[in-house]
DNA sequence: CGTCTTTGACCGGCGC
DNA sequence: GCGCCGGTCAAAGACG
């Protein structure tokens, strides 16, 4: 057998969360994508199956585990969740490997941007992981009860180590059902798609799925900036609103009733900004990590009225009938 | 009062 | 050995 680990493989058949498929070969992590159409799917899969024998035979093995590890993200509509590829290539300066040289012999472009090259050297004693992305829904319904604690601005995240400029922030959460419980969970906005959070789960509970959270004290706080408030300038949402706990309430409200339809609604609130103050003044990645309030946005009493009702509605969902959503960066499942 | 978030400090792994 | 960085700790304050 070949020197290559399994570290998490995500499978699924449905498009109700990216799958990302995160292997140890050789001393080095190989990251794959298996969402997008059925074809390259199946491509994808065959490339892995021919590159690393016998890995899907092994997620098998695994299965159960990684089945229980995902189930908070079963009940996620599928017309509500997320199907966007990460493209680590951009940061991934000059990763020419020998898997890109196996996709450049079979001539297949697709591929080439579907694979990516081995990031950087696994952390000694580093634990089981599982890394998958979702939208601000899966962040919302997941099961399990978290506490945060701890959050760190990340140079670059998911790979900052072939990072430039940007900074985002990661969330650490452990498992709040059991004291005695090791599940980890980070949280992080996705380098690609703002509307997207990159989960990485580590360890497992110990212990079965709470019914219901221990207490709500302490978990809601003021998301939105009070009437008195002064405007948000641009520069204060890029210092001071860049993590997603900051900019999802809004994102999240509107979300459910079409995921697709929100990120064309912060795409559209972006491109008001930008508009208005000239583009120039921000990079790219600026962008990518800012949520801007244009000024054609007001959060009149209709508004909040309008978020109350909803909050009722969403209440009555079964889904998300019992989530620990309050103490996460969204709060569509309270 | 219990649980939560926030945030600066601290610790350990890693590369040079 | 040193500095950087990711991950965790723990005190303070907020909330129901």
């Not at 890995?55 to 509509?77: A, T």
């Not at 900051?246 to 339809?261: A, R």
Request: net charge negative.
């Amino acid at each position: 057998m070949e020197d290559w680990s399994l570290q998490a493989i995500v499978r699924g058949t449905s498009a109700d969360y990216t799958k990302i498929v995160d292997v140890e070969k050789d001393g080095q992590d190989w990251f794959f994508d298996l969402s997008g159409t059925d074809h390259e799917k199946k491509f994808d899969q065959e490339f892995l199956d021919s590159n690393f024998p016998g890995i899907f035979d092994v997620s098998i093995g695994s299965g159960d585990e990684l089945e229980e590890l995902y189930k908070p993200f079963y009940g996620v509509s599928p017309s509500l969740a997320a199907q966007t590829v990460l493209d680590f290539q951009e940061q991934l300066p000059g990763n020419v490997d020998e898997v890109h040289k196996k996709a450049d012999h079979e001539s297949d472009h697709s591929l080439e941007t579907r694979v990516y090259a081995p990031k950087y050297k696994r952390r000694k004693n580093q634990q089981k992981r599982v890394v998958i992305q979702v939208s601000a829904d899966g962040l919302a319904c997941d099961m399990w009860a978290w506490r945060k604690y701890g959050q760190k601005p990340i140079k670059g995240s998911p790979y900052p180590r072939f990072s430039f400029s940007l900074s985002l922030i990661k969330s650490y959460y452990r498992c709040s059902s059991s004291k005695g419980c090791l599940a980890r969970k980070q949280v992080e906005q996705s380098y690609t798609d703002p509307g997207m959070y990159i989960l990485t789960y580590t360890a497992e509970h110990s212990h079965s799925q709470p019914t219901r959270r221990n207490s709500l004290a302490g978990t809601v706080r003021q998301k939105f900036p009070s009437p008195k408030s002064p405007p948000i300038s641009k520069l204060t949402v890029k210092q001071e609103k860049s993590t997603e706990e900051e900019l999802s309430p809004i994102k999240t409200l509107l979300q459910v009733s079409s995921s697709t339809e929100v990120v064309e609604i912060i795409k559209h609130e972006n491109k008001s900004e930008e508009l208005a103050v000239g583009s120039g003044e921000m990079s790219h990645d600026d962008h990518e990590n800012d949520f801007i309030m244009s000024d054609n946005f007001k959060l009149n009493e209709d508004f909040f009225s309008g978020l109350e009702d909803f909050d009722e509605f969403i209440s009555g969902l079964p889904m998300c009938s019992h989530t620990s959503a309050q103490q996460f960066p969204v709060r569509s499942c309270s």
